[in-house]
């Protein structure tokens, strides 16, 4: 919806509102973003009340076919729109890649990518509010894989052009991969801060939790070894035959692992 926010020296002006105002107003700033003007509007809230708890845990995989998969079955896909925008910014980061420096192209090819990046980030965190309020409403306690570990055990990520912020140099499948990787790798960056955030004012509790090893125990005997997952997607366990999807078991492994950490600490 369209509305009229009036600035100190400036008047009224008219701006698009992306999300309702709860609580009072505090402080307002005006932010540039590439041809875009911003509006931040930071608000007091009363302190929210804790939700009752639920007698629930739950362990989240996050994973790139999947958003993520509990410990309890379920799995929350990767929103359609994501892929579509990632090959899209893909497209538009080639063409920008094709033309020539200091261009009017080169120009209109940095506007476009900027855009897409805008409507990715929009969307995200739409999806991650979704996903982290439900989760929240269900579990007293989320276990959920330590990024910082985790990103230290992956492919490298792609070398962002120094020419052009926003953009990435061209190194073939290895560029598009770590594209892929580092466009998810922002999706739940957002995602856990905002379920951290969430968890907070709801009284629940999140752990982050060591997440090497998570895909090779089996939840059923405890037998530990890379043979138990024969594809990305399958865990077989060798030892006592117990199978189920490869996510699923990462996350009750993240659970598991989450409620060990949990009795490790001083009360
Ligand atoms: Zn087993």
Avoid at 10 to 21: A, D, M, N, W
Avoid at 141 to 163: G, V
């Amino acid at each position: 919806p369209v509305t009229r926010v009036r600035l100190q020296g400036v008047g009224h002006v008219k701006v698009h509102q992306h999300r309702p105002v709860v609580g009072k107003v505090k402080t307002v700033s005006v932010k540039r973003e590439g041809r875009r003007w911003y509006v931040i509007l930071t608000a007091e809230q009363t302190a929210p009340e804790p939700l009752p708890q639920t007698g629930s845990m739950v362990g989240i995989d996050m994973g790139i076919t999947n958003f993520l998969a509990d410990s309890g079955g379920e799995f929350v896909p990767n929103p359609r729109h994501g892929a579509k925008a990632a090959a899209r910014l893909e497209a538009a980061q080639q063409a920008l890649a094709r033309c020539k420096r200091g261009s009017r192209r080169r120009r209109k090819a940095v506007e476009v990518v900027a855009r897409l990046h805008r409507k990715v980030r929009r969307q995200r965190l739409d999806h991650a509010h979704k996903t982290a309020l439900g989760l929240v409403r269900e579990h007293d306690f989320i276990a959920h894989e330590d990024l910082r570990i985790r990103n230290m055990s992956k492919a490298p990520a792609p070398k962002p052009d120094p020419a052009t912020p926003g953009s990435f140099l061209p190194n073939g499948a290895a560029a598009k991969a770590g594209l892929n990787r580092s466009i998810a790798d922002a999706g739940w960056g957002v995602f856990l801060t905002i379920l951290t955030a969430k968890a907070a004012c709801a009284g629940r509790e999140v752990m982050a939790v060591d997440p090497r090893n998570t895909s090779r125990r089996c939840p059923q005997c405890g037998h530990t070894a890379k043979e138990n997952r024969p594809t990305q997607e399958k865990f077989h366990c060798v030892s006592c035959g117990h199978h189920a999807h490869a996510d699923t078991v990462g996350a009750l492994n993240v659970l598991r692992a989450g409620l060990v950490r949990r009795e490790a600490q001083p009360a």
